[in-house]
DNA sequence: ATGAAAGCGCTAACAG
DNA sequence: CTGTTAGCGCTTTCAT
């Protein structure tokens, strides 16, 4: 591959002129600038990032680690975040950790601070406060989809209020009439997504209706979950008019396991989830959920994140966004 | 951040010593290794990746170009295809171009060749002579999930053969007896799924069935547009049996269409679809398909493009790897 | 086994 | 406006 000194040797000046038109193009006299552009044509010069990343002591990438694109949801965080990072110069690095926290940390040592210039991390099995002394000696570290804004992280973060979620789904199924209502409670994003389940429960208790424990289930955050869970609580407490699930997919597998036990939806039982995926609205019945507004989220975080590169901040508290509030969207399954 | 400089002056070594005990640890005494290490501990110090890319000429990152990783089949490749790379020790930067020529282009020229030492293209608007210009000056690229095995592209490829796949659909609905079938063909992978659709029209001339191009339909490559199209279909020429799409995201939205009309899915009409994706047996009816075997060909490209990099060929033929044949998968859609 | 020195390709003062 | 110089952090001979 041609080098600046190549094209630097072939249009007869110095590589800082060649640096020069294409960093400070007012720098240097249009004639000049031609015969160099000319030369960078010719040889098909490309500049070599990782020299240049070297030189200006930043790199031009950001890095975003998740457990495993495979799951539905990130592809458009992902999509967003990306878009997100190209307006403001950086490339997006996806690592998926797999769900292995060694992995996770292999990546965090190998690329933060050095290959990229921040991370942003939406869910990991490694401890924040591991994430901290990465953050301390390398690249600055936002964590997004934060499930508690009352209760803030030691490290910059962007807070969704998911108690809010579940509070306006619970408030949805109450005033169409349902009181007796199953739970789909998922363990995605580190740990069980409880700030949902504690916003919807709270609202029902405010409503005078105690939680029935038997119709609570606590699994995994996948479609095949969601549909194993939701036949074995509709054998189990067949009464129930509605479902309440932390998320789509598994909202999305109970629509399925409805189907296939002959239940209709919405007439027998309700279905809402959270999240307000893609796919919520493109299967029958459509899904209602409360959307979070995914690309706002992945956009704020990679803005906060590009702010933390810039200006580092000393002692201070670390910087949180809250994210715009969740939003009921609704649609066929309620 | 810490350089290797650094460690060095605290262990009383050289920078040289550090490097070795970090990759040659063989040359090193134990005894000043383990002051090394201990200093690297000590200071948190993590090497400079840019550095040492520039050093060695080489980088240890591969790019993946795709349209858009919110296409639901892509993320299941990209997973695929960052373990493979993991293995061999690279990075993966996904690179979504957004539909936009430009865009991919911007990533082609940014970073192939410095910032990643290879492409991997699934999916392009750039038209191939473009892609063959920049592996000339670049990093070697390589495309994948290739349509047409029997006319390979001037760049090294990995090849599906589609139009086997779209056989084995024909095949299959022919032995449940289906006559009256329709198409829906998508668009995806920069071009219409053609070879799927002729491997398909061939089997049925071959058992004397004319295709009625009435009920062929072509759109773009989604849910929603598969969802349409059947609609569309089943109203104009309601006596088909069965339904053929180029890819299961078509052949979902077709299942949603076909619940949404009242028709029963398989009783009154048959679905079958191509690749496999996951939401194939996620759905009910689950989709009777035709699976390519993403993991295997994620896992082939990331091979062939390291072993690209690592012996560059002269002018000899690009390279080609076929894929190992698709397979017909049955469930309950037909 | 360790050190010294050169250089990867680029940027960033500073002179002229 | 253009050239000179130094150096980013690391690897890699070549000496010692």
């Known amino acids: 591959m041609a080098t600046l000194t190549d094209v630097a040797r072939r249009a007869k000046v110095t590589a800082a002129t060649v640096s020069n038109v294409l960093r400070n193009p007012d720098k240097v006299r249009p004639e000049t600038a031609e015969r160099v552009k000319r030369a960078i044509r010719e040889l098909g010069y490309r500049p ?30 992902v999509l967003a975040a990306e878009r997100a ?6 490339f ?19 690329i933060a601070g050095t290959l990229a210039e921040g991370v942003l991390v939406l869910n990991t099995d490694i401890a924040i406060n591991e994430l901290c002394e990465s953050a301390a000696v390398g690249a600055p570290i936002v964590l997004s989809l934060w499930e508690h804004p ?23 199924l109450l005033e169409l009439g349902h009181r007796d209502i199953g739970m789909l409670v998922g363990d995605g994003c ?6 949902r389940a504690t916003g919807f429960r ?37 009464h129930l008019s509605a479902l309440f699930a932390t998320n ?17 939806v919405p007439d027998d039982v309700s279905v809402i989830g959270i999240t307000d995926i893609q796919l919520a609205h493109q299967v029958r019945p459509s899904l209602t959920t409360v959307a979070i507004n995914t690309e706002a989220i992945a956009q704020a ?30 649609r066929q399954s309620t």
Chains 1, 2 share one sequence.
Do not use: W
């Open 202 to 238: 709270e609202v029902m208790r405010e409503a005078g209706l105690e939680p029935d424990d038997a119709a609570v289930l606590q699994i995994p955050d996948t479609i095949d979950a969601g549909f194993a869970a939701c036949v074995e609580l509709m054998e189990r407490e067949p």
């Open 248 to 264: 789509d997919l598994l909202a999305i597998g109970a629509l399925q396991a409805l189907a296939t036990l002959g239940r209709k």
């Open 92 to 110: 997006l690095m996806v690592c998926n950790t797999d769900d292995d926290a060694e992995i996770g940390r292999a990546y965090l040592t190998q």
């Open 190 to 195: 580190g740990g069980l997504q409880d700030a």
């Open 48 to 77: 070599n990032l990782n020299a240049r990343a070297l030189a200006e002591g930043r790199s031009p990438t950001l890095a975003l680690m998740l457990s495993s694109i495979a799951n539905p949801f990130y592809p458009e965080f």
């Open 301 to 330: 975080s990679i803005e906060l994140l590009i702010r933390l590169i810039h200006e580092p901040r000393g002692d201070t508290q670390p910087p949180a966004v809250i994210a715009p509030l969740p939003t009921l969207v609704r």
């Open 85 to 90: 990072a190209r307006r403001a110069g950086y």
């Open 150 to 172: 009352e209760q803030l992280p030691a490290l910059p973060c962007v807070a969704v209020d998911f108690a809010h979620a579940g509070a306006l789904a619970a408030r949805h």
